[in-house]
């Protein structure tokens, strides 16, 4: 069953044409980065054009690339929430158009469980269930992986998500967005222990997490600097950094997966790029027998490909929608 899917919760516009939920035959990715890189961050306003002046030609390129017509599709998926409201009814007005005009049916997809379903994609053989650290911009998880489309969120985090704590921490290392990314990049060559970091842990919830405290450690220990007129080395302290966030993760889903009893650990969203926590990651599970599944690179960020595997699923299960469909600016994954 082909599915063709699209995505346009941030700054990516995104369309896919998906066999079975698992086979990629095509994956266009118009990214609005070098747009949005001059403000340092993501301008909603900005983004929601950009959308809308793409979808047309990234869906159609889509199509042609998977040698298909809306005539070889039997079902259109698309990202309804959470995201940029703005950005997301792209996508969906887009997607329900086409529905309309096809007879399609279609399919709404919650944008965190297609970060989790990139995973079925690079791994044919992964099934639920599984536990998930799902880490993005906007949301850090730790979620049980029940079925397909049953999701139980067992841990989260109290103020930034792991991608936002990048991204900032990045800023303040005088850093270009996208911030993770070159944060990732420069720290490969400093020293982890350079700086000393808090390890913050919150109080009675021990699978939750809470970043804002390092982000402010950095802050300090710039300021500080500045102040006695002493140079930062920021592959150093960046690299203390990462070392800091990645460490709240592992240990968190570490004790997670013993308390419940998950020998199969999962990682999605656009921080499951970082290489350090690929790396920690890959060593907790070899440390207790575990098997870890990672998407490859260029699913980890948003694409539409992993809305159509997700988008299968979604639709076999039933989960279909009508034209009243409407996008959703928060919305749990449960
Ligand atoms: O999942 P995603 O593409 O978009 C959201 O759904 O939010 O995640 C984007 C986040 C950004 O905060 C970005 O800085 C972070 O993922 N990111 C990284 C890396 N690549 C992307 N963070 C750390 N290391 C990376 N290599
Ligand atoms: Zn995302």
């Known amino acids: 069953m082909k599915i063709l899917s699209i995505e346009s919760s941030c700054d990516e ?22 747009e949005h890189k001059i403000y340092g961050g993501v301008v909603p306003e900005i983004a929601s054009r950009r959308h809308v002046e793409a979808i047309s030609g990234v869906v159609k390129s889509a199509l042609s690339d998977a040698n298909c017509t809306l005539d070889d599709i039997e079902a259109i998926a698309v990202t309804y929430a959470p995201g940029l409201i703005g950005a997301l009814l792209v996508g969906v007005n887009y997607a329900k158009g086409l ?25 044919p053989e992964l099934k639920p269930p599984f536990l998930c650290l799902v880490v993005s911009g906007g949301h850090s998880h730790i979620v049980e992986v029940k079925d397909y489309t049953s999701f139980k969120v067992i841990g989260y985090t109290h103020d930034d998500a792991a991608g ?21 990049r420069v720290a490969k060559d400093g020293n982890p222990n350079a700086y000393k970091m808090p390890h913050p842990r919150v109080d009675g919830a021990p699978y939750d997490f809470s970043f804002s405290g390092l982000k402010t450690a950095v802050l300090n220990t710039i300021n500080q600097a500045k102040q006695k007129g002493e140079e930062i080395s920021v592959p150093d302290l960046g690299a203390s950094y990462i070392k800091a966030v990645v460490n709240c993760l592992t240990q968190n889903t570490e004790k997670a997966a013993c308390d419940l009893g998950y020998n199969k650990i999962v990682l999605a969203g656009g921080v499951s790029a970082n290489s350090v926590l690929r790396r920690d990651m890959e060593a907790l ?10 998407p490859e690179l260029k699913y980890c960020g948003d694409n539409g490909a992993m809305v159509g595997a997700q988008g299968y699923y979604e639709y076999v299960s039933g989960n279909t929608a009508d034209l009243s469909l409407n996008a959703v600016a928060s919305m749990i994954i449960e």
Do not use: F
């Open 285 to 294: 599970c070899k440390k207790h027998g575990w098997e870890l599944y990672a």
């Open 164 to 184: 936002e704590a990048m991204d900032k921490a990045a800023r303040a290392m005088g850093l270009p967005y996208p911030g993770g990314l070159n944060l990732d």
């Open 13 to 34: 516009t995104a369309a896919a044409v998906v066999e079975d939920g698992r086979r990629v035959l095509s994956s266009i990715v118009a990214s609005q980065v070098e």
């Open 99 to 123: 529905s309309m005009a096809s007879g399609l049916p279609l399919v709404p997809v919650h944008h965190l469980r297609s970060h989790i379903a990139a995973n079925y994609i690079t791994h």
